[in-house]
Nanobody, 115 residues
């Protein structure tokens, strides 16, 4: 079974940083493009970022460009999201998923940006 578990969230002040990780198992991680999504309180899912299978290509939603960086370690089946200059509007539960397959997401991690 596909298992994806995100962790590393928490409470951070505006302007702060967090690094999220996502542990993957149950599929050949290195062959899949992977994405981060988020869901703010009371809102739908929003795509945040995608990285291709070998890490050579990335894409970001406009609101996080220049602040967030996606990366991966295929040897450790792990996806990362470095989040800098966090804003209150970044508050959400963050999920990782196979690219284009939001339903593959597993447990998310809550990021709260507040003073």
């Amino acid at each position: 079974d596909v298992q994806l578990q995100a962790f590393g969230g928490g409470l951070v002040q505006p302007g702060g940083s967090l690094r999220l990780s996502c542990a993957a198992s149950g599929f050949t991680f290195r062959t899949y493009a992977m994405s981060w999504f988020r869901q703010a309180p009371g809102k739908g899912f929003e795509w945040v970022s995608t990285m291709n299978s070998n890490g050579g290509s990335t894409a970001y939603t406009d609101s996080v460009k220049g602040r967030f960086t996606i990366s991966r370690d295929n040897a450790k089946n792990t996806l990362f999201l470095q989040m800098n200059s966090l804003k209150p509007e970044d508050t959400a539960v963050y999920y990782c998923a196979k690219s284009g397959d939001i339903n593959s997401r597993g447990q998310g991690t809550l990021v709260t940006v507040s003073s």
